[in-house]
């Protein structure tokens, strides 16, 4: 199963780019990520980072600390399995991690330098969650920076069978900027945690799916941009998805949470992050 569309990468020495064009599409998405940091763009903009730096089709970030692994945000779009992103992130954070040795090696990261290893999913000795977070989309294999620290921070990015494999180059490239990344991540999580749940769309995710009122993945995932004050165009653009799909999605969500327009899911968020029910 190949799963994920062709979004191939080019070879080296097969119509890449120059070195001086590569080196300003790295340095224009690592500009955009900096300014993003604190907004509802900072996920799919550390994206578009990883992208340009190594080639990665997906990737998601978490936190690491004693009471476990907390996602953060998982990014990129699988047209044939919506939502698969978000929902082979949360598996992983939910209890697939204790099956990856690699996390392990967090909390030896030496000093402030980030460590960057590479995983093969025909490595993954655990056949479930090999299943539920690789195979199922035809992953083949994962990069991760692993940020020093306790708490630490988690950056994995993915490639899938229609695409090379990651080379030494794109490992080179991702230590060469992993501090940047990672301090990028610190920094947009700090303010979003200062700033209380409306800037995490994982964490609203997550609640929204906690009101088990049979809501998808993709149709919280909308929900959350809504109230987090995104267009649907805005989210259409970012999601990767038509216009339509986005109404559509919009309105199975209302029709399930029983609300008829964006005040009343903002009223309804609100309500239930004063309660207590949705943080």
């Not at 939502?83 to 909390?107: E, I, N």
Request: glycine share 10%; charged share 25%; proline share 5%.
């Amino acid at each position: 199963m190949t799963g994920l569309p062709a979004r191939t990468v080019a070879r080296e020495g097969e119509g890449a780019a120059s070195p001086g064009s590569a080196e300003k599409g790295v340095g224009d998405a690592l500009a955009e990520l900096v300014a993003a940091i604190g907004s509802a763009a900072f996920p799919a903009r550390f994206l578009a980072a990883m992208r340009a730096v190594a080639g990665v089709e997906l990737c998601s970030v978490f936190r690491r600390d004693q009471q476990g692994l907390q996602l953060l945000f998982a990014e990129g779009d699988c047209p044939p399995f919506a939502g698969f992103p978000l929902s082979a992130s949360r598996d992983y954070a939910r209890g697939f991690w204790r099956s990856d040795p690699q996390v392990t090696r967090l909390v030896h990261c030496p000093g402030a330098v980030p460590a960057v290893v590479r995983r093969r999913a025909s490595e993954i000795a655990d056949p479930r969650y090999r299943a539920a977070c690789y195979d199922r989309a035809g992953i083949t294999e994962r990069v991760s920076i692993l940020g020093p620290g306790r708490p630490g921070f988690i950056a994995n990015g993915y490639r899938s069978a229609g695409n090379r494999p990651f080379s030494p180059g794109d490992i080179a490239r991702l230590e060469d900027h992993a501090r940047l990344l990672v301090a990028a991540i610190e920094r947009h999580h700090h303010i979003v945690t200062a700033g209380g749940h409306l800037l995490n769309e994982a964490a609203l995710v997550e609640g929204l799916l906690a009101l088990r009122c049979g809501l998808s993945i993709r149709e919280a995932e909308i929900s959350a941009a809504m109230i987090l004050g995104e267009t649907q165009e805005e989210i259409a653009l970012r999601k990767q998805l038509s216009p339509h799909s986005i109404v559509t999605y919009r309105r199975r969500a209302y029709g399930k949470l029983g609300i008829a327009s964006r005040r009343d899911l903002v009223r309804l968020h609100r309500r239930l992050t004063t309660d207590g029910a949705l943080r």
